[in-house]
């Protein structure tokens, strides 16, 4: 999908090709037909096109205020206590097959307070079962 676009006062002159840095602007000419041509990998959207154009035909706010595009949608491993997005399934299974262990789906504010929970209750389980050798 290009954001570059001319409105109706375009007349063809070129002036936005033969003007372009990024040489993102050329054009075609077939029989009778010219056809301007945009490759938005090359444009470094320098607006050197816009300020050219003696026709202000060249429609920059496209290129400027251009929509995201959705380029791919993967499913997310949440926190399994507050339920903040932690990563994706595919990262996962990516990194468990790396790992020796499987990841703990926790955020890390709840990752600290399991680690906190679990000390306290190896120190007070130690604690209770010397109390009750005596």
């Known amino acids: 999908m290009s954001f570059f676009s001319v409105n109706n006062n375009c007349n063809g002159c070129l ?13 075609r000419d077939e029989e009778s037909r010219r056809t301007l041509l945009h490759n ?5 959207r320098c607006g050197n096109c816009w300020r050219i154009c003696p026709q202000k035909a ?6 400027l205020n251009g929509a995201w595009d959705e380029v791919v949608t993967m ?30 789906t926790l955020c890390p ?3 600290k307070t399991f680690s906190l929970d679990a000390w306290r209750h190896l120190a007070f389980d130690d604690r209770t079962d ?3 050798e005596r």
Do not use: R, W
């Open 15 to 27: 002036a936005c090709v033969q003007n372009c840095p990024a040489n993102a602007l050329s054009h």
């Open 40 to 44: 938005m990998s090359l444009c470094a």
């Open 58 to 63: 060249v429609q920059f706010d496209g290129i």
């Open 75 to 104: 499913e997310l491993i949440h926190c399994t206590v507050c339920g903040e997005p932690l990563y994706t399934d595919g990262f996962k299974t990516a990194l468990t097959g790396k790992l020796d262990y499987s990841l703990e």
């Open 109 to 111: 504010l709840h990752k």
């Open 130 to 132: 010397e109390g009750s």
